[in-house]
């Protein structure tokens, strides 16, 4: 297997975990938005909440990403090139986090209405037109 295709492999295989915490925080959101409307939480309110908690999940990777440094024993210029990464890794990740807690996703009413739509039976299939 050539370097390329290691590469190109382990890619793909990030790209697939990704894809399987992405998929995952979509089924926790869900059940989040409907128990907080269970208990009489609103949409605007169970959005804020939920925005605040991506949020500090964002600052979370900002601690760790800031909290990072060099391998051990590297040259003075690989760390100061680490560094400067880490701090504009750091940077944007600060960004996201502040857009997010500000946000209005409004995920909250758009989860109710495909919850109610999961609920409904399926729709019968269209009768075949008689022949003519």
């Not at 790209?15 to 959101?29: C, G, K, N, P, Y």
């Not at 979370?60 to 680490?82: L, M």
């Not at 750091?90 to 502040?98: M, P, V, Y």
């Amino acid at each position: 297997m050539s370097p390329e295709q290691h590469g190109a492999d382990a890619y793909g295989q990030d790209l697939a975990r990704i894809s399987h915490h992405q998929h995952e925080a979509t089924t926790a959101l869900f059940t989040v938005f409907r128990a907080l409307a269970a208990v009489g939480i609103t949409d605007e309110e169970a959005d804020d909440i939920v925005a605040k908690l991506e949020a500090g999940a964002v600052a979370g990777a900002h601690t760790w990403i800031s909290e990072s440094s060099a391998p051990h024993g590297s040259e003075q210029r690989f760390e100061d090139g680490w560094s400067s990464g880490v701090r504009d890794v750091a940077s944007r990740l600060l960004r996201i986090a502040d857009t997010t807690a500000t946000a209005q996703h409004a995920h909250a009413a758009s989860n109710a209405l495909l919850h109610v739509h999961l609920r409904q039976p399926a729709a019968a299939p269209p009768a075949p037109e008689p022949p003519a």
